[in-house]
């Protein structure tokens, strides 16, 4: 699903990443794990293209990631960021169908059945499914 091959990336004379290579198949659970200014967000940053990588490749389902693919590389790779971006008015249903977005015609932003049975599996997969109709104040830092 993820293949990494020689990822370097450097900020001026500063190499954060250096010869990286390695493959994650498709069902895998990967935890990246390293003390502050390892490079673990530059790492994440470059296998969903919000940085391009000075030199080696990242791939996604076999395409490589780059200006040309990111839209459908982006469709499937999720990213979370550390910062907790939910919509605190609204519950965890409604801030996982705001992912959804991406799919619909600006014209029609209505949730289809579908879109709301994808969020659902979504939201069970990681154990909150006694939350989905629950404001997110309520969760806890890491539920959110």
């Given amino acids: 699903m993820i293949q990494v091959a020689n990822l370097t990336k450097s900020f001026g004379r500063h190499r954060v990443l250096r010869a990286l290579s390695f493959r994650v198949g498709a069902g895998e ?8 200014g390892a490079g673990k967000s530059t790492l994440l940053r470059c ?11 990242v791939a996604v389902a076999g395409s490589v990631v780059d200006r040309r693919t990111l839209g459908a590389v982006r469709k499937q790779v999720g990213f979370i960021f550390q910062g907790v971006n939910v919509h605190g008015s609204l519950t965890v249903l409604q801030n996982v169908l705001i992912g959804r977005l991406a799919e619909k ?5 209505l949730f289809s059945k579908e879109d709301r049975s994808v969020a659902r599996e979504a939201i069970e997969r990681v154990g909150l499914g006694e939350k ?3 404001r997110t104040p309520t969760l806890s830092g890491g539920q959110r």
């Fill in 47 to 57: 296998l969903n293209g919000l940085v391009q990588p000075s030199l080696g490749s």
């Fill in 29 to 36: 659970l990967v935890v990246v794990l390293g003390p502050s």
């Fill in 132 to 134: 989905t109709f629950a």
């Fill in 105 to 109: 015609s600006p014209w029609s932003i």
